[in-house]
């Protein structure tokens, strides 16, 4: 196949996965474990079967393709997740998963073109749940695969309407006993979700650390009571002090004017959210990041330290539970460097980086030798319908991941 070709076969599977759960704004909504999600994962499983891979689920529903060239030998993986946020974007995850697919398809025919055999195999995975909007945290599959969630937590967490991650998974098919392949590398293609590589017209980012990321649950507790007959001295009223508390945390980053602190207030439930009724307790899910891992904490303890104030004025009382997070870490240079010689080979430009949003990578870094890329995004818009990258750019980040692929099957990163 040429150039050419690999490229348009890669669009027309890159149009059809984005019919799953597609949007009438363009973008798709297939939250983990969705009617939605178990469509998309069927039709991966057959185009990989079709390309003589063979498909496995563990039991938190990663999705494992497996394409046996030495047999016995470890596995390069390679991949990311397939599920989005609501109203989410086409790019984000998906990308990644199909990139990889044929990313490790090509790399294998080149193997065979070649008549030689490569030191490892190569498997494509679908980590499962890594938007965390379903069912929280986010990065699930790959947390337990990396050994940093129990199984049985994960597998019992459940969504909003109380539905389990097991019985999501079940309903849709994808939950199985397999144990996972034994990986001697790991590789990650991603949309930047940033305006980095677009502002300065580069083509790949090399992922050389991340942010750091911390997530709460916090709660605010009132009393239930009539929004006309309760006079205003009486009320403990959760949503003014959940109120106070959105404002707090957006505080925090306003103040930080030298280091980047990026703050939300991302998800809140009321109770009982009535017309008439003064809210008796409100659920937020706080998440705080930032490149200064010192920074980060400071603003934690800034933001516990405005708690007492806002119980007092509100009359409510609040508790907080950190639920998630990560710190800023590196990828290993030898794949930073590995990647850059490829992307120079194929005549790409590239430029380090740092991830700002997590990713199935920044687990699977901690447990084997693992290389991110970015392409851009258009104007950084993500979580988003409008989230885009041009074919061009998502078409050279695959080339790029099929001969990242194709050196470490070689062992590339095993010296390093
Ligand atoms: C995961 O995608 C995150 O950035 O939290
Ligand atoms: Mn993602
Ligand atoms: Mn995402």
Not at 69 to 81: D, K, Q
Not at 198 to 215: C, F, H, M, P, Y
Not at 350 to 374: E, R
Not at 396 to 408: I, K, M, N, S, Y
């Amino acid at each position: 196949m040429t150039s050419l070709d690999h490229d348009k076969a890669f669009l027309a599977d890159f149009a059809t996965l984005s019919q799953f759960g597609e949007t009438r704004g363009g973008g798709v909504e297939r939250q983990a474990a969705t009617a939605a999600d178990g469509e998309q994962r069927a039709w991966l499983h057959q185009w990989l079967t079709d390309r003589g891979a063979e498909v496995h689920y563990d039991g938190v529903g990663n999705q494992f393709g497996l394409f046996t060239v030495t047999p016995g030998a470890p596995y390069v993986l390679s991949g990311s997740h397939l599920d989005s946020q609501p109203l989410g974007g086409r790019y984000d995850g998906a990308y990644g998963v199909l990139a990889s697919a044929h990313a490790a398809h090509r790399a294998v025919r080149q193997w065979a073109t070649a008549g030689s055999s490569p030191r490892y195999n190569v498997a494509v995975v679908n980590w499962f749940n890594e938007e965390g909007s379903r069912f929280k945290p986010s990065m699930m599959g790959s947390s337990v695969f990396t050994g940093k969630l129990p199984a049985e937590t994960a597998l019992a967490t459940t969504d909003p309407a109380g539905t389990t991650v097991e019985d999501a998974l079940r309903a849709i098919g994808t939950i199985g006993d397999y144990e996972g392949p034994d990986v001697a590398a790991y590789a990650e293609i991603h949309i930047e979700q940033g305006r980095g590589l677009e502002n300065e017209d580069t083509t790949i980012g090399l992922v050389d650390s991340t942010w750091a990321a911390r997530k709460y649950q916090v709660v605010v507790r009132g009393d239930q009571s009539h929004t006309g007959s309760t006079i205003m001295a009486d009320r403990r009223d959760a949503l003014l002090g959940a109120s106070l508390l959105v404002v707090a945390v957006r505080e925090l980053a306003e103040e930080s004017t030298q280091t980047p602190l990026h703050t939300s207030v991302s998800e809140m439930t009321i109770l009982p959210n009535s017309p008439v009724v003064v809210a008796r307790e409100v659920r937020l899910h706080v998440d705080l990041r930032s490149p200064d891992e010192a920074l980060l904490d400071a603003a934690a303890k800034k933001l516990a330290g405005t708690i007492p104030g806002i119980e007092e004025r509100a009359s409510v009382s609040i508790e907080q539970v950190q639920t998630h997070g990560w710190g800023v870490a590196p990828f290993p240079a030898a794949g930073v460097e590995l990647a850059a010689q490829a992307a120079d080979d194929l005549g790409l430009s590239h430029q380090n980086v740092m991830t700002v949003a997590g990713h199935d990578s920044v687990n699977m870094k901690d447990v084997a030798p693992s290389i991110m890329l970015f392409v851009p995004s258009v104007e950084g818009i993500s979580h988003n319908e409008g989230e885009f990258t041009h074919d061009q750019d998502v078409c050279a980040g695959t080339d790029l991941l099929t001969e990242v692929l194709h050196r470490l099957m070689s062992g590339a990163m095993d010296s390093r």
